[in-house]
C-alpha cells in the first residue's frame, strides 16, 4: 500500500466550541490506483486531505490521533522540515481554485521553475526550460511564450492545467486533487479530467480525488470512499457501490441526484440537514436522516463492517447493511 | 404574439439575420389560448468598453447577449443552459428589468413592456419575480426572514393589507416548508437551503405568474439541491407559475423543464423539448456539452463517445464571424466562417419531421445520439 490512513482523528477548537471533523477515517490507496472520497461540505474530506500533505492549519486544528503511513514510514510525528520534503517531491496536491492557489505577481515559468530550483536546486535556465516541457506535458498551446505570462492571462481550465504541471512537476508517488473540476464549465471539466486520469495511468501514480460529484467519480474512479459527519461511512469498489449501495447515506444520494438519461418523477431527497459537527448526534450519526433507523442506531455506533456477501473488499458502518443492500 | 417576426429588429448587425421560419420552437405547453406569457425577440445586451480617463473612448463593447427569441408559455419551464459567460445570467436580468435591453423587445401578455418605466413598470414587475443563485449574498443579514418575505408588500400594498401582511409571510413560510415561527429570525440563523427557501418564498409573495430562477440550487450540497427543487417542482403546479430556469447543470434543467434552450456566446443555438434536446440533439454545441456530462454509473463509462472540445470559449468581445461556435466545432467548414446559421429547423429534417426536427442554428445540423 501506497498510503494507508488508519484513525484519523482530527478536531477544531473554536470559539464556539471544539467540531470534531474526522472521527476515525482509514482508507488506502495503491500505486496506480484512484480512490475517489465524496462527500457533502463538512463531511470532513479535505480536511483529512489536508493532514495527510500536513497542511492543516494548528491552530485551530489539530490532529489527535490516528497514523499516515507513506510508503512504509508514519509521516505525523514527522519535523516539519523533514515533512516539506516530502510534500511536493513524493506527493502533491491540486486544489479546487487555481485563481488563489497561484501567486499573481509571479510568472507562471516561474513558480513551475521553483519547482526545480528549491527542490532540485537548478539553475534558473534549466529550470525555465522544465517549466515549459511541463506546460508541453499538459497541453498548454504556445508553452515557450506562454511561459512568462501571469496567472490572470489565463483562462479557467488552462490555470488547473498548470496547477497539474506544478503537482507532477517532480513525479510524485501520490497526487492527492481536491474538486479539481467544480470549478470549470462541463466541456473544460471533461478536458482536464481526461488530462489527469492520463497522466496518471502514464507515471502511475496513486490519486485520492475529493468530490461531491457522483458523475466525476463514476468516470474515472477505482474505489470510493464515502465520508459522512467525519467518517467513513461506505467503502467499496465503483461497480459495487453504484450498483447496489450497502448505506442508506449513499443510497440516499445516488436517488436524489436528476440524471441526464432519464427524466425521473419526484427526486429522492434525504431529510433533513448535515450535522453540525460541534454536536454529532449519539450513535450513528445519520440516524435522524435515515428513512431505516431503529432504536440501536441512535445508542450504539455502528462500526464498518465487513460487507461478508460481496466478492470484493467492501465495508459499510451501517448496522443493517444487509437489508440496505437488498433494498 | 403568434404573428411570424420574420425581419423585425436584430442585433446590431442588422442585416440577414431575421429568422425566415418558425421563430422559437414554440408549440408545447403553449396552454388553450395558445399565447405566451412572455415573449423575447432580438434581445441584445452590450457593455460598452472604454479607455482613458478625461476624453472617454470607446474601444469596443463586450457582447453579453447577443439577439436571443423565445417564448414562455403559461405555466411553462424553459431551461437555458449553457457554460460560464454565455449571457444566460444576463437574459434573466434584463427578464427581470436589472439590466435594460441595449437592443430587442419583451413582450408580457402580448405587452411591449421592454421600455416601461414607473407605475406602468412597478405593475409588470409584480407579475414577473426572480430567485437569485447565492442564497447567502441575495438576502439582506440585517433583516428578520419576516421582513425579507414581507418586504415585497411594502412595496405593492395593494397585495396585502397592512393587519394581513404577518399572517400572509407565515403562510408563505409554510408553503416553502419553513417552521411559520421562525419569522423573526435573522438569515444567518438558517442553512443554505433554508435561505433557498426564504428567497423563494420572496419570490412568491406578490403570486406572480413568472419566476426567473438563476442558478437556484447550484450552492447546494446534493443532498438539499434534491429537497429545493422538489419544492419549485410542486410550487410550480400548486401555483400555475411559468419558470425560466437558468443553469449551468444539464441533468438538473432536464429533470425540472418542458423545454430547453442551449446558449453559447450570447445567443441560443438549439431550442425545443426536453426529448428533442437530450435525445435528439442536432448542434454540435449541444452534443459536445451532453457528451461531457458525467452520467453517474460506472458501466456506461466504457461504451460512452466523449466529444472533447478544444480550446475555450472565444471573448465575448471578439465574436467569431459566421457561426460563433466554428472556431471549436469539428464540423466547420468555409460556409460557417461567412454566413450566420439561423435559429430555425434546419432544412435537412423539415420534410421528415419527428424529433429531430427543432430549431437548431447549425448548417451542417446532424442527429447525433450522445446520452446513454
Redesign the interface.
Known amino acids: 500500500m501506497l498510503l494507508d490512513v488508519h484513525d484519523l482523528h482530527v478536531e477544531f477548537h473554536t470559539r464556539d466550541g471544539v467540531a470534531r471533523a474526522v472521527n476515525g477515517v482509514s482508507y488506502g490507496v495503491d500505486e496506480g490506483e484512484t480512490l475517489a472520497v465524496l462527500g457533502e461540505s463538512g463531511s470532513g474530506k479535505s480536511v483529512t486531505a489536508q493532514a495527510i500533505m500536513g497542511i492543516l492549519d494548528v491552530p485551530p486544528g489539530r490532529i489527535t490521533g490516528g497514523e499516515v503511513i507513506f510508503k512504509g514510514r508514519d509521516l505525523l510525528p514527522l519535523k516539519e522540515e523533514q515533512r516539506r520534503k516530502v510534500r511536493g517531491a513524493e506527493m502533491a496536491m491540486i486544489f479546487q481554485d487555481a485563481l488563489s492557489s497561484l501567486n499573481p505577481v509571479l510568472s507562471v515559468g516561474d513558480q513551475l521553475g521553483e519547482m526545480f530550483t528549491v527542490h532540485r536546486g537548478m539553475s534558473k535556465k534549466d529550470a525555465r526550460a522544465k517549466a515549459v516541457e511541463l506546460m508541453d506535458r499538459v497541453r498548454i498551446p504556445a508553452a515557450r511564450e506562454r511561459v512568462r505570462q501571469y496567472p490572470h492571462q489565463f483562462s479557467g481550465g488552462m490555470r488547473q492545467r498548470i496547477m497539474i504541471a506544478m503537482a507532477l512537476a517532480l513525479e510524485p508517488a501520490l497526487i492527492i486533487a481536491d474538486e479539481p473540476t467544480t470549478a470549470l464549465d462541463v466541456t473544460v471539466q471533461a478536458q482536464v479530467m481526461e488530462l489527469l486520469a492520463e497522466l496518471q495511468r502514464e507515471y502511475r501514480m496513486g490519486l485520492i480525488l475529493i468530490t461531491h460529484d457522483l458523475g466525476v467519480v463514476a468516470d474515472v474512479a477505482d474505489r470510493i470512499a464515502v465520508m459522512y459527519a467525519g467518517r467513513i461511512v461506505e467503502s467499496a469498489p465503483v461497480h459495487d457501490i453504484y450498483k447496489a449501495p450497502a448505506h442508506p447515506y449513499t443510497r440516499g444520494l445516488l436517488d436524489s441526484i436528476p440524471r441526464l438519461d432519464q427524466k425521473g418523477r419526484e427526486l429522492y431527497a434525504i431529510k433533513g440537514l448535515p450535522p453540525n459537527l460541534m454536536d454529532i448526534p449519539p450513535g450513528c450519526a445519520f440516524h435522524p436522516r435515515c428513512p431505516m433507523a431503529r432504536d440501536v442506531c441512535r445508542t450504539d455506533e455502528p462500526p464498518l463492517y465487513e460487507v461478508t456477501e460481496s466478492e470484493t473488499d467492501r465495508g459499510s458502518a451501517c448496522h443493517f447493511w444487509r437489508e440496505c443492500l437488498h433494498g | 404574439m403568434a404573428e411570424p417576426r420574420g425581419g423585425t429588429e436584430r442585433g446590431p448587425q442588422g442585416g440577414p439575420e431575421g429568422k425566415p421560419t418558425s421563430a422559437t420552437g414554440f408549440e408545447k405547453g403553449a396552454g388553450p389560448a395558445g399565447e405566451p406569457i412572455l415573449e423575447v425577440s432580438g434581445l441584445v445586451k452590450h457593455y460598452p468598453l472604454t479607455r482613458g480617463i478625461l476624453i472617454r473612448k470607446q474601444i469596443g463593447s463586450v457582447k453579453a447577449v447577443d439577439g436571443v427569441d423565445f417564448a414562455l408559455g403559461r405555466g411553462e419551464t424553459l431551461g437555458i443552459v449553457g457554460?460560464?459567460g454565455c449571457g444566460k445570467s444576463t437574459v434573466a436580468k434584463m427578464l427581470v428589468h436589472l439590466e435594460k435591453p441595449t437592443a430587442g423587445v419583451i413582450r408580457y401578455k402580448g405587452q411591449d413592456i421592454t421600455r416601461l418605466s414607473g407605475k406602468a413598470l412597478k405593475a409588470v414587475r409584480r407579475n414577473i419575480q426572480m430567485v437569485f443563485q447565492d442564497p447567502y449574498t441575495s438576502l439582506n443579514p440585517r433583516m428578520t426572514v419576516g421582513d425579507i418575505i414581507g418586504e415585497p408588500f411594502e412595496i405593492h400594498p395593494e397585495v396585502a393589507p397592512k393587519g394581513d401582511r404577518r399572517r400572509r409571510v407565515q403562510d408563505l413560510l409554510d408553503v416553502v416548508g419553513l417552521n411559520p415561527e421562525y419569522v423573526n429570525r435573522y438569515p444567518h440563523q438558517f442553512?443554505g437551503?433554508q435561505r433557498q427557501r426564504i428567497g423563494i418564498a420572496r419570490g412568491l409573495a406578490l403570486r406572480p405568474e413568472v419566476i426567473v430562477a438563476d442558478e437556484p440550487v447550484s450552492a447546494l450540497?446534493?443532498?438539499?439541491?434534491?429537497?429545493v427543487?422538489?419544492l419549485m417542482?410542486r410550487l410550480r403546479t400548486e401555483f400555475d407559475l411559468a419558470f425560466v430556469f437558468i443553469a449551468?447543470d444539464?441533468?438538473?434543467v432536464?429533470?425540472?423543464s418542458d423545454r430547453v434552450g442551449v446558449m453559447y456566446l450570447g445567443r441560443i443555438v438549439e431550442i425545443g423539448t426536453?426529448?428533442q434536446i437530450?435525445d435528439h440533439p442536432t448542434h454540435p454545441y449541444t452534443q459536445?456539452?451532453?457528451?461531457?456530462?458525467?452520467?453517474?454509473?460506472?458501466?456506461?463509462?466504457a461504451n460512452r463517445e466523449?466529444i472533447?472540445?478544444?480550446g475555450?470559449?472565444p471573448s465575448p468581445t471578439n465574436i467569431p464571424s459566421g457561426c460563433r461556435f466554428r472556431t471549436r466545432c469539428w464540423k466547420a467548414r468555409a460556409r460557417c466562417a461567412e454566413e450566420v446559421p439561423l435559429l430555425a429547423v434546419p432544412e435537412v429534417f423539415r420534410e421528415a419531421g419527428g424529433p429531430a426536427a427543432h430549431d437548431s442554428a447549425c448548417h451542417f445540423a446532424e442527429e447525433k445520439q450522445v446520452?446513454?
Open positions: 457554460e460560464s442553512s437551503g450540497d446534493v443532498s438539499v439541491q434534491a429537497q427543487i422538489n417542482d449551468h444539464l441533468s438538473i432536464r429533470h425540472i426536453d426529448t437530450y459536445a456539452l451532453l457528451s461531457a456530462v458525467p452520467v453517474p454509473d460506472p458501466a456506461a463509462r466523449r472533447i472540445l478544444t475555450d470559449v446520452v446513454p
